[in-house]
Protein backbone atom coordinates (compact mmCIF):
# COMPACT_ATOMS: atom_id res chain seq x y z
CA UNK A 1 0.00 0.00 0.00
CA UNK A 2 2.76 2.05 1.00
CA UNK A 3 4.28 1.95 -2.65
CA UNK A 4 0.82 2.21 -4.19
CA UNK A 5 0.64 5.76 -2.19
CA UNK A 6 4.44 6.55 -3.60
CA UNK A 7 3.71 5.64 -7.08
CA UNK A 8 0.29 8.30 -6.88
CA UNK A 9 2.71 10.95 -5.46
CA UNK A 10 5.02 10.58 -8.64
CA UNK A 11 2.23 10.86 -10.81
CA UNK A 12 0.51 13.56 -9.31
CA UNK A 13 4.20 15.59 -9.21
CA UNK A 14 4.13 15.33 -12.96
CA UNK A 15 1.33 16.28 -13.63
CA UNK A 16 1.46 19.04 -11.56
CA UNK A 17 4.71 19.94 -12.54
CA UNK A 18 3.55 19.86 -16.64
CA UNK A 19 0.29 21.93 -16.20
CA UNK A 20 2.44 24.61 -14.13
CA UNK A 21 5.13 24.88 -16.87
CA UNK A 22 5.70 28.08 -17.78
CA UNK A 23 7.58 28.46 -21.32
CA UNK A 24 10.10 31.46 -21.87
CA UNK A 25 9.02 32.03 -25.82
CA UNK A 26 6.24 30.59 -27.71
CA UNK A 27 5.40 30.73 -31.71
CA UNK A 28 2.48 30.13 -33.42
CA UNK A 29 3.33 29.25 -36.74
CA UNK A 30 6.22 27.20 -38.00
CA UNK A 31 7.04 28.83 -41.71
CA UNK A 32 10.81 30.29 -41.69
CA UNK A 33 9.90 33.11 -39.31
CA UNK A 34 8.55 30.82 -36.53
CA UNK A 35 11.27 27.78 -36.96
CA UNK A 36 14.08 30.35 -37.26
CA UNK A 37 12.82 32.53 -34.11
CA UNK A 38 12.48 29.48 -32.07
CA UNK A 39 15.91 28.23 -32.77
CA UNK A 40 17.43 31.20 -31.82
CA UNK A 41 15.46 31.13 -28.63
CA UNK A 42 16.78 27.47 -27.92
CA UNK A 43 20.58 28.33 -28.61
CA UNK A 44 20.19 31.19 -26.50
CA UNK A 45 18.62 28.12 -23.45
CA UNK A 46 15.32 29.62 -23.21
CA UNK A 47 11.94 27.04 -22.95
CA UNK A 48 10.40 27.48 -26.22
CA UNK A 49 7.20 26.23 -27.88
CA UNK A 50 5.94 26.12 -31.34
CA UNK A 51 2.67 25.40 -32.73
CA UNK A 52 2.55 24.26 -36.69
CA UNK A 53 -1.08 23.41 -37.95
CA UNK A 54 0.58 21.23 -40.31
CA UNK A 55 2.38 18.10 -40.25
CA UNK A 56 6.06 18.33 -41.93
CA UNK A 57 7.54 17.97 -44.34
CA UNK A 58 4.20 20.30 -46.77
CA UNK A 59 4.76 22.34 -49.48
CA UNK A 60 3.46 26.20 -49.27
CA UNK A 61 2.41 28.98 -51.68
CA UNK A 62 5.60 30.41 -52.14
CA UNK A 63 8.19 31.61 -55.25
CA UNK A 64 11.14 29.77 -53.44
CA UNK A 65 13.61 32.11 -54.21
CA UNK A 66 15.85 33.68 -51.26
CA UNK A 67 17.75 36.68 -51.55
CA UNK A 68 21.70 36.42 -50.59
CA UNK A 69 20.96 38.56 -47.50
CA UNK A 70 19.30 35.64 -45.70
CA UNK A 71 22.25 32.99 -46.25
CA UNK A 72 24.86 33.77 -43.32
CA UNK A 73 21.71 33.50 -41.40
CA UNK A 74 20.32 30.42 -42.62
CA UNK A 75 23.52 29.10 -42.01
CA UNK A 76 23.83 30.00 -38.59
CA UNK A 77 20.54 28.24 -37.80
CA UNK A 78 22.62 24.94 -39.04
CA UNK A 79 20.80 24.38 -42.05
CA UNK A 80 23.66 23.16 -44.55
CA UNK A 81 23.54 25.34 -47.66
CA UNK A 82 26.48 24.73 -48.90
CA UNK A 83 25.94 21.04 -49.01
CA UNK A 84 23.17 21.01 -51.07
CA UNK A 85 24.60 22.57 -54.19
CA UNK A 86 21.54 24.75 -54.96
CA UNK A 87 21.00 26.84 -58.04
CA UNK A 88 22.51 30.21 -57.49
CA UNK A 89 20.48 32.89 -59.26
CA UNK A 90 22.06 36.42 -60.88
CA UNK A 91 20.21 37.19 -63.27
CA UNK A 92 16.25 38.19 -63.79
CA UNK A 93 13.91 38.26 -66.98
CA UNK A 94 10.65 40.03 -67.34
CA UNK A 95 8.40 39.79 -70.23
CA UNK A 96 5.09 42.03 -70.71
CA UNK A 97 1.63 40.60 -70.95
CA UNK A 98 2.27 39.66 -74.75
CA UNK A 99 5.84 38.02 -73.72
CA UNK A 100 8.40 40.67 -74.77
CA UNK A 101 10.94 39.47 -72.56
CA UNK A 102 13.68 42.56 -70.71
CA UNK A 103 16.81 41.36 -69.36
CA UNK A 104 18.28 42.74 -65.64
CA UNK A 105 21.34 41.69 -63.08
CA UNK A 106 20.43 40.85 -59.96
CA UNK A 107 23.34 42.92 -58.10
CA UNK A 108 23.06 40.85 -54.64
CA UNK A 109 21.55 37.32 -56.63
CA UNK A 110 19.81 34.77 -54.47
CA UNK A 111 19.12 30.89 -54.58
CA UNK A 112 16.44 28.68 -55.26
CA UNK A 113 15.20 25.78 -52.72
CA UNK A 114 11.80 24.67 -52.09
CA UNK A 115 9.73 25.03 -48.81
CA UNK A 116 9.49 21.56 -48.80
CA UNK A 117 12.94 21.42 -48.40
CA UNK A 118 13.55 24.36 -46.34
CA UNK A 119 11.13 23.80 -43.63
CA UNK A 120 11.56 20.51 -42.89
CA UNK A 121 14.86 21.00 -42.80
CA UNK A 122 14.73 23.75 -39.61
CA UNK A 123 11.86 21.38 -37.84
CA UNK A 124 14.65 18.61 -37.66
CA UNK A 125 16.86 21.58 -36.39
CA UNK A 126 14.70 22.80 -34.19
CA UNK A 127 14.00 19.36 -32.55
CA UNK A 128 17.59 18.76 -31.66
CA UNK A 129 17.92 22.01 -30.06
CA UNK A 130 15.07 20.59 -27.58
CA UNK A 131 11.79 22.81 -29.15
CA UNK A 132 8.87 21.70 -27.92
CA UNK A 133 7.46 20.93 -31.82
CA UNK A 134 3.42 20.60 -31.63
CA UNK A 135 2.29 19.59 -35.05
CA UNK A 136 -1.26 19.09 -36.14
CA UNK A 137 -2.23 21.91 -33.32
CA UNK A 138 -4.07 24.92 -34.24
CA UNK A 139 -4.64 27.36 -31.84
CA UNK A 140 -7.47 28.85 -31.17
CA UNK A 141 -6.45 31.90 -29.00
CA UNK A 142 -4.33 33.78 -26.53
CA UNK A 143 -5.14 35.44 -23.86
CA UNK A 144 -3.08 37.51 -21.64
CA UNK A 145 -3.34 38.20 -17.73
CA UNK A 146 -1.51 38.47 -14.70
CA UNK A 147 1.98 39.02 -17.32
CA UNK A 148 1.34 35.72 -18.80
CA UNK A 149 0.25 34.24 -22.28
CA UNK A 150 -1.95 31.68 -22.13
CA UNK A 151 -2.43 29.80 -25.06
CA UNK A 152 -5.74 27.65 -26.40
CA UNK A 153 -5.39 24.66 -28.42
CA UNK A 154 -8.13 21.89 -29.05
CA UNK A 155 -6.52 19.60 -26.63
CA UNK A 156 -4.17 21.22 -24.34
CA UNK A 157 -3.80 25.18 -22.88
CA UNK A 158 -0.30 26.46 -22.58
CA UNK A 159 1.43 29.18 -20.43
CA UNK A 160 4.13 31.20 -21.37
CA UNK A 161 5.93 34.32 -20.91
CA UNK A 162 6.17 35.82 -24.16
CA UNK A 163 4.45 34.98 -27.65
CA UNK A 164 5.13 35.28 -30.96
CA UNK A 165 3.14 35.29 -33.85
CA UNK A 166 4.07 33.92 -37.20
CA UNK A 167 0.72 32.12 -38.88
CA UNK A 168 1.00 33.41 -42.16
CA UNK A 169 -0.63 35.75 -44.99
CA UNK A 170 -3.72 35.13 -43.25
CA UNK A 171 -5.24 32.70 -40.07
CA UNK A 172 -8.26 32.06 -38.07
CA UNK A 173 -6.90 34.22 -35.05
CA UNK A 174 -6.57 36.87 -37.57
CA UNK A 175 -10.58 36.97 -38.26
CA UNK A 176 -10.64 36.86 -34.18
CA UNK A 177 -8.85 39.58 -33.07
CA UNK A 178 -10.50 41.71 -35.86
CA UNK A 179 -7.29 42.94 -37.01
CA UNK A 180 -7.43 45.96 -39.24
CA UNK A 181 -6.31 44.34 -42.44
CA UNK A 182 -8.96 41.20 -42.27
CA UNK A 183 -12.07 43.75 -41.78
CA UNK A 184 -11.04 45.63 -44.59
CA UNK A 185 -13.61 45.60 -47.84
CA UNK A 186 -12.12 44.50 -51.34
CA UNK A 187 -9.73 46.54 -52.66
CA UNK A 188 -6.77 46.71 -54.92
CA UNK A 189 -4.28 45.65 -52.16
CA UNK A 190 -5.98 42.52 -50.50
CA UNK A 191 -8.21 40.79 -53.81
CA UNK A 192 -5.27 38.22 -54.45
CA UNK A 193 -5.10 34.27 -55.38
CA UNK A 194 -1.49 32.25 -55.17
CA UNK A 195 -1.32 29.46 -57.73
CA UNK A 196 1.81 27.58 -57.41
CA UNK A 197 3.74 24.36 -59.37
CA UNK A 198 6.41 22.18 -59.23
CA UNK A 199 7.95 21.59 -62.47
CA UNK A 200 10.79 20.18 -64.83
CA UNK A 201 11.01 22.51 -67.52
CA UNK A 202 14.50 23.93 -69.68
CA UNK A 203 15.31 27.04 -68.01
CA UNK A 204 18.78 28.58 -66.94
CA UNK A 205 19.88 27.59 -63.38
CA UNK A 206 20.86 31.22 -62.57
CA UNK A 207 17.63 32.42 -64.01
CA UNK A 208 14.95 34.25 -62.54
CA UNK A 209 11.83 34.72 -64.72
CA UNK A 210 8.60 37.09 -64.18
CA UNK A 211 6.43 36.76 -66.62
CA UNK A 212 3.37 39.29 -66.65
CA UNK A 213 -0.26 38.76 -68.09
CA UNK A 214 -3.58 40.75 -67.47
CA UNK A 215 -3.84 41.92 -63.47
CA UNK A 216 -1.35 39.54 -62.34
CA UNK A 217 2.53 37.96 -63.15
CA UNK A 218 3.98 34.24 -62.82
CA UNK A 219 7.73 33.70 -61.57
CA UNK A 220 9.73 30.39 -62.32
CA UNK A 221 12.99 29.49 -61.25
CA UNK A 222 15.11 26.59 -60.65
CA UNK A 223 15.10 25.00 -56.85
CA UNK A 224 16.70 21.79 -55.59
CA UNK A 225 16.84 18.57 -58.04
CA UNK A 226 16.35 20.06 -61.11
CA UNK A 227 12.60 21.42 -60.54
CA UNK A 228 11.30 24.32 -61.02
CA UNK A 229 9.31 26.53 -58.90
CA UNK A 230 6.20 28.42 -60.55
CA UNK A 231 4.17 30.55 -58.96
CA UNK A 232 1.58 33.62 -59.65
CA UNK A 233 -0.28 35.64 -58.57
CA UNK A 234 -3.63 37.46 -59.45
CA UNK A 235 -6.73 38.97 -58.47
CA UNK A 236 -9.91 36.88 -57.20
CA UNK A 237 -12.31 38.65 -59.73
CA UNK A 238 -9.69 37.73 -62.66
CA UNK A 239 -10.64 33.74 -61.96
CA UNK A 240 -14.20 34.57 -61.40
CA UNK A 241 -13.99 35.75 -65.36
CA UNK A 242 -12.92 32.34 -65.99
CA UNK A 243 -15.31 30.54 -64.48
CA UNK A 244 -13.27 30.33 -61.17
CA UNK A 245 -11.56 27.40 -63.16
CA UNK A 246 -7.56 27.50 -62.70
CA UNK A 247 -6.98 25.58 -66.07
CA UNK A 248 -9.72 28.03 -68.08
CA UNK A 249 -7.90 30.94 -66.21
CA UNK A 250 -3.98 29.50 -67.48
CA UNK A 251 -5.89 28.53 -71.06
CA UNK A 252 -6.86 32.25 -71.44
CA UNK A 253 -5.40 34.63 -70.31
CA UNK A 254 -1.74 33.45 -68.44
CA UNK A 255 -1.08 31.76 -71.97
CA UNK A 256 -1.59 35.27 -74.01
CA UNK A 257 2.03 36.02 -72.76
CA UNK A 258 3.55 33.52 -75.08
CA UNK A 259 6.41 32.70 -72.69
CA UNK A 260 4.05 31.34 -70.13
CA UNK A 261 2.15 29.80 -72.99
CA UNK A 262 5.17 27.85 -73.60
CA UNK A 263 5.51 26.30 -69.83
CA UNK A 264 2.20 25.60 -70.09
CA UNK A 265 2.21 23.74 -72.99
CA UNK A 266 5.87 22.02 -72.66
CA UNK A 267 6.07 21.28 -68.94
CA UNK A 268 6.15 18.28 -67.04
CA UNK A 269 3.97 19.14 -64.30
CA UNK A 270 4.77 16.97 -60.47
CA UNK A 271 1.36 17.75 -59.07
CA UNK A 272 -1.58 16.53 -59.53
CA UNK A 273 -3.27 19.59 -58.76
CA UNK A 274 -2.01 22.98 -57.82
CA UNK A 275 -1.46 24.55 -54.55
CA UNK A 276 -3.65 27.62 -54.20
CA UNK A 277 -4.23 30.04 -51.44
CA UNK A 278 -7.27 33.06 -51.38
CA UNK A 279 -7.62 36.29 -49.20
CA UNK A 280 -3.89 37.46 -50.13
CA UNK A 281 -3.60 40.90 -48.70
CA UNK A 282 -1.11 43.49 -48.91
CA UNK A 283 -2.49 45.46 -46.75
CA UNK A 284 -0.65 47.76 -44.01
CA UNK A 285 -0.37 45.19 -40.84
CA UNK A 286 0.49 45.60 -37.01
CA UNK A 287 3.87 44.67 -35.79
CA UNK A 288 2.06 44.06 -32.12
CA UNK A 289 -1.32 42.84 -31.70
CA UNK A 290 -2.59 42.07 -28.47
CA UNK A 291 1.05 42.10 -26.89
CA UNK A 292 2.14 39.26 -29.49
CA UNK A 293 4.93 40.30 -31.78
CA UNK A 294 3.81 39.41 -35.57
CA UNK A 295 6.70 38.22 -37.84
CA UNK A 296 6.32 36.88 -41.65
CA UNK A 297 4.14 37.15 -43.50
CA UNK A 298 1.63 38.06 -40.20
CA UNK A 299 3.55 41.51 -39.88
CA UNK A 300 3.25 42.58 -42.97
CA UNK A 301 3.77 41.02 -46.46
CA UNK A 302 5.95 42.23 -49.47
CA UNK A 303 4.66 42.12 -53.06
CA UNK A 304 5.83 38.54 -54.40
CA UNK A 305 7.89 40.11 -57.95
CA UNK A 306 10.19 41.27 -55.33
CA UNK A 307 10.83 38.07 -54.29
CA UNK A 308 12.19 38.82 -50.95
CA UNK A 309 8.80 37.79 -48.26
CA UNK A 310 11.34 34.89 -47.12
CA UNK A 311 14.39 37.20 -46.66
CA UNK A 312 12.09 39.68 -44.92
CA UNK A 313 10.78 37.03 -42.53
CA UNK A 314 13.73 35.27 -41.52
CA UNK A 315 15.06 38.93 -40.58
CA UNK A 316 12.07 39.82 -38.66
CA UNK A 317 12.67 36.99 -36.59
CA UNK A 318 15.78 38.16 -35.75
CA UNK A 319 14.19 41.85 -34.62
CA UNK A 320 11.59 40.19 -32.67
CA UNK A 321 14.00 37.63 -30.93
CA UNK A 322 16.55 40.59 -29.95
CA UNK A 323 13.72 42.27 -28.43
CA UNK A 324 12.68 39.10 -26.76
CA UNK A 325 16.04 38.23 -25.19
CA UNK A 326 16.19 41.54 -23.57
CA UNK A 327 13.35 41.59 -22.18
CA UNK A 328 13.81 38.21 -20.47
CA UNK A 329 17.50 39.66 -19.52
CA UNK A 330 15.07 41.93 -17.36
CA UNK A 331 17.05 44.80 -19.61
CA UNK A 332 13.81 46.28 -21.29
CA UNK A 333 10.15 46.29 -20.13
CA UNK A 334 7.39 44.86 -22.13
CA UNK A 335 6.05 47.80 -23.54
CA UNK A 336 9.89 49.05 -24.60
CA UNK A 337 10.47 45.32 -26.43
CA UNK A 338 6.78 46.16 -28.26
CA UNK A 339 8.17 49.84 -29.11
CA UNK A 340 11.20 49.04 -29.75
CA UNK A 341 10.67 45.84 -31.97
CA UNK A 342 8.11 47.84 -33.99
CA UNK A 343 10.43 50.64 -34.64
CA UNK A 344 12.94 48.35 -35.78
CA UNK A 345 10.99 46.74 -38.32
CA UNK A 346 9.28 49.56 -39.95
CA UNK A 347 12.53 50.98 -40.40
CA UNK A 348 14.14 47.87 -41.81
CA UNK A 349 11.19 47.06 -44.07
CA UNK A 350 8.23 49.85 -44.31
CA UNK A 351 10.77 51.17 -47.73
CA UNK A 352 11.22 47.92 -49.10
CA UNK A 353 7.17 47.26 -48.70
CA UNK A 354 6.18 50.81 -50.41
CA UNK A 355 8.46 50.41 -53.18
CA UNK A 356 7.12 47.14 -53.59
CA UNK A 357 3.63 48.25 -53.78
CA UNK A 358 5.11 51.39 -56.04
CA UNK A 359 6.22 48.15 -58.47
CA UNK A 360 3.53 45.73 -58.11
CA UNK A 361 1.20 48.87 -59.26
CA UNK A 362 3.11 48.89 -63.06
CA UNK A 363 2.31 45.42 -63.74
CA UNK A 364 -0.88 43.52 -64.47
CA UNK A 365 -1.63 46.25 -67.11
CA UNK A 366 -0.76 45.48 -70.81
CA UNK A 367 -0.27 48.85 -71.50
CA UNK A 368 1.15 50.08 -68.47
CA UNK A 369 3.72 47.44 -68.04
CA UNK A 370 5.03 47.65 -71.51
CA UNK A 371 6.14 51.34 -70.74
CA UNK A 372 7.43 50.90 -67.29
CA UNK A 373 9.55 47.68 -68.65
CA UNK A 374 10.77 50.16 -71.79
CA UNK A 375 11.46 52.73 -69.54
CA UNK A 376 13.64 50.98 -66.88
CA UNK A 377 15.31 49.19 -68.98
CA UNK A 378 16.69 51.84 -71.41
CA UNK A 379 17.61 53.43 -67.77
CA UNK A 380 19.89 50.73 -65.92
CA UNK A 381 20.76 53.24 -63.08
CA UNK A 382 16.71 53.02 -62.20
CA UNK A 383 16.30 49.63 -62.67
CA UNK A 384 19.52 48.62 -60.81
CA UNK A 385 17.81 51.22 -57.73
CA UNK A 386 14.57 49.92 -57.92
CA UNK A 387 15.85 46.09 -57.69
CA UNK A 388 18.32 46.86 -54.69
CA UNK A 389 15.25 48.90 -52.76
CA UNK A 390 13.38 44.99 -52.75
CA UNK A 391 16.88 43.95 -51.09
CA UNK A 392 18.48 44.27 -47.92
CA UNK A 393 21.74 43.82 -46.16
CA UNK A 394 23.36 40.28 -44.73
CA UNK A 395 21.92 40.11 -41.35
CA UNK A 396 22.31 37.64 -38.28
Not at 80 to 108: A, R, V
Not at 170 to 175: P, Q
Not at 302 to 307: A, H, S, Y
Not at 326 to 347: D, H, P, V
Amino acid sequence: MGMGIQIFSAVKKIELSEKDKIYDIAVIGGGLAGLTLAIQSANAGYQTILFEKESYPFHKVCGEYISMESHDFLSQCGVPLQEWNLPMISKLHISDCEGKLYEFQLPLGGFGISRFKLDNTLATIAKQKQVELCEETKVEDVLFQNDLFTIDTKNKKYTTKLVAGSFGKRSNLDIKWRRRFSLKSKNRLNNYIGVKYHIKYDIAKDLIALHNFQNGYCGISKIEDDICCVCYLTTTDQLSSAGNTIEKLEATVLSKNKALADIFSKAQFLYEKPLTIAQISFDQKKQVENGILMVGDAAGLITPLCGNGMSMAMHASSLAFQQMKLFLEGSITREQMENQYSKAWKNQFSKRLAIGRLVQSFFGNPFVTRIFLSTISKTPKLANWLIRQTHGSSFS
